[in-house]
């Protein structure tokens, strides 16, 4: 087995320490139990599955990050807290007095953008036959048709 790192933070102290800000207070502790999982550690944990894209319940408890219900129960409840939207404008705040924003790579999708005005209108499709295609199955000439009724 390697050698566990002592640290096993995957966030860095200085993206941890604008991150830190954001999160909510924990509430009361309701039921005795285990001790609650750190801030960070649950972070961790979360980053870990959102880039490995392994299912929540299958984080690697070796790691240290709490169990996979913890986390996801921890990224609800920030999401629920605005913390990502807050962290987000944060971080692009930071990037933008840094000059380190590259626009000439940015991508807008309709549907995160809402399209201000519809766009022109399509002409009508023009038919490419110049007449009605004769049938093939039917005729309505005497001489053409299979019944003899006279």
């Known amino acids: 087995m390697g ?8 966030v860095s102290d200085e993206l941890w320490a604008l991150i830190e800000p954001l999160l909510p207070e924990p509430g009361p502790k309701l ?5 609650r999982v750190p801030d960070r550690l649950a972070l961790c944990g979360i980053l870990f ?3 490995t894209g392994i299912q929540w319940e299958y984080l690697p408890q070796e790691l240290g990050f709490g169990s996979g219900m913890t986390c996801w129960r921890r990224l609800a409840a920030w999401n629920e807290a605005g913390v990502w939207d ?7 705040k ?4 840094a000059k380190k924003l590259d626009w ?3 991508v807008i999708d309709s549907s995160h953008v ?11 499709v023009r038919s490419t036959v110049h007449g009605r295609a004769v049938s093939t199955t039917s005729s309505p000439t005497a001489r053409a048709s299979r019944s003899r009724c006279r």
């Open 3 to 10: 050698k566990r790192q002592s640290r096993p933070w995957i």
């Open 49 to 51: 599955v959102l880039h």
């Open 94 to 97: 930071k990037l933008r007095s």
């Open 114 to 124: 809402r399209a201000a005005r519809r766009g022109p209108k399509a002409a009508p």
């Open 104 to 106: 000439s790579r940015a």
């Open 31 to 35: 039921v005795e139990g285990r001790p």
């Open 86 to 92: 807050e962290l987000h404008v944060l971080l692009l």
